[in-house]
């Protein structure tokens, strides 16, 4: 009997210890017609595998306030308008929490369909301007990720998470 609250009180307690160490990473991203998604749920996958505690959000989920409960982000929005990122609800809370990225460690993914990948850099510009530390190459593709696109969302997310 006390040897059995013994060991509930040290597993509890090991369980809360873990729960500590491991990093917490948000997936956030916005997806029309499922491409972005692809490659979000592969970065979360990557981060999973690498033993972070994982949340897939969307952006009307996150904000300047939440944004530090999180070690690392990923954000995942695909070009829209032209060469922009989605304006109603990507750019309106990337623009919000834009001040609370200095020293942050995110990511940043998406798909694109005509151009040459001009949003991304943008986008990857707005982030090192705010002093982002971008964990690792972001990842595009053309429409629907590819098994290497696939593969490197992956790695992003394990990169994330370390
Ligand atoms: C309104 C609209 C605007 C777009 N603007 C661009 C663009 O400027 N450059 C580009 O390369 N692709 C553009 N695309 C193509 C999308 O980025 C592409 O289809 C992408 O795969 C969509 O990703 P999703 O499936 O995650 O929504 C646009 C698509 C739509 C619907």
Same mark, same amino acid.
């Given at each position: 009997?006390?040897?059995?609250?013994?060991?509930?009180?040290?597993?509890?307690?090991?369980?809360?210890?873990?729960?500590?160490?491991?990093?917490?990473?948000?997936?956030?991203?916005?997806?029309?017609?499922?491409?972005?998604?692809?490659?979000?749920? /592969?970065? &979360?996958? *990557?981060?999973?595998?690498? @033993? =972070? %505690?994982?949340?897939?959000?969307?952006?009307? $989920?996150?904000?300047?306030?939440?944004?530090?409960?999180?070690? /690392?982000? &990923?954000? *995942?929005?695909?070009?829209? @308008? =032209? %060469?922009?990122?989605?304006?109603?609800?990507? $750019?309106?809370?990337?623009?919000?929490?834009?001040?609370?990225?200095?020293?942050?460690?995110?990511?940043?993914?998406?798909?694109?369909?005509?151009?040459?990948?001009?949003?991304?850099?943008?986008?990857?510009?707005?982030?090192?301007?705010?002093?982002?530390?971008?964990?690792?190459?972001?990842?595009?593709?053309?429409?629907?990720?590819?098994?290497?696109?696939?593969?490197?969302?992956?790695?992003?997310?394990?990169?994330?998470?370390?």
């Amino acid at each position: 009997m006390y040897g059995l609250t013994w060991v509930t009180l040290l597993n509890n307690r090991m369980a809360g210890e873990w729960r500590k160490i491991m990093s917490k990473v948000a997936v956030v991203f916005w997806s029309q017609t499922g491409n972005t998604e692809a490659l979000a749920n /592969a970065v &979360a996958d *990557g981060a999973k595998s690498a @033993g =972070a %505690e994982v949340s897939v959000l969307g952006f009307g $989920d996150i904000n300047s306030s939440n944004i530090d409960s999180y070690d /690392a982000i &990923a954000f *995942g929005c695909p070009a829209m @308008g =032209a %060469e922009q990122l989605e304006e109603t609800e990507v $750019d309106p809370v990337f623009t919000e929490i834009e001040s609370s990225l200095s020293g942050k460690k995110i990511a940043l993914f998406g798909s694109y369909g005509w151009g040459s990948g001009e949003w991304m850099e943008e986008w990857e510009n707005r982030a090192k301007t705010a002093g982002a530390n971008l964990a690792g190459a972001s990842v595009i593709c053309n429409e629907a990720p590819d098994d290497d696109a696939l593969a490197n969302a992956k790695k992003l997310g394990e990169t994330l998470a370390a």
